[in-house]
């Protein structure tokens, strides 16, 4: 009983990590998760907030990518997030995160 129990704990801490996209993937074929709901994982590297608009970057070991948020994490930060990828012709590629 104990072993289940500390197999569900481990579930419950790392499994948004284990279901997480590797932002590689997303890079290399952004069109096929175009407007589709995503986890990532990663560390955020860079963060801005400029009036209403704020987001920040985010990379795990296969690349980097932006990431629109009212939430600001600070860089450094180890964060799981989910969002829909989405694009425009000024920032490219982001996911917007539910917040």
């Given at each position: 009983m104990k072993f289940i129990s500390a197999v569900l704990a481990l579930v419950l801490l790392f499994g948004c990590a284990i279901f997480s996209t590797k932002i590689g993937e997303i890079n290399s074929d952004p069109e096929k998760y175009l407007g589709k709901e995503i986890t990532v994982s990663g560390t955020v590297t860079?963060?801005?907030?400029?009036?209403?608009?704020?987001?920040?970057?985010?990379?795990?070991?296969?690349?980097?990518?932006?990431v629109s948020s009212e939430s600001l994490p600070a860089p450094g930060s180890n964060v799981t997030i989910s969002g829909t990828l989405v694009h425009d012709s000024f920032f490219g590629y982001y996911i917007l995160a539910k917040n």
């Open positions: 860079n963060s801005l907030k400029v009036g209403k608009l704020s987001g920040y970057v985010i990379e795990d070991s296969t690349g980097s990518i932006k």
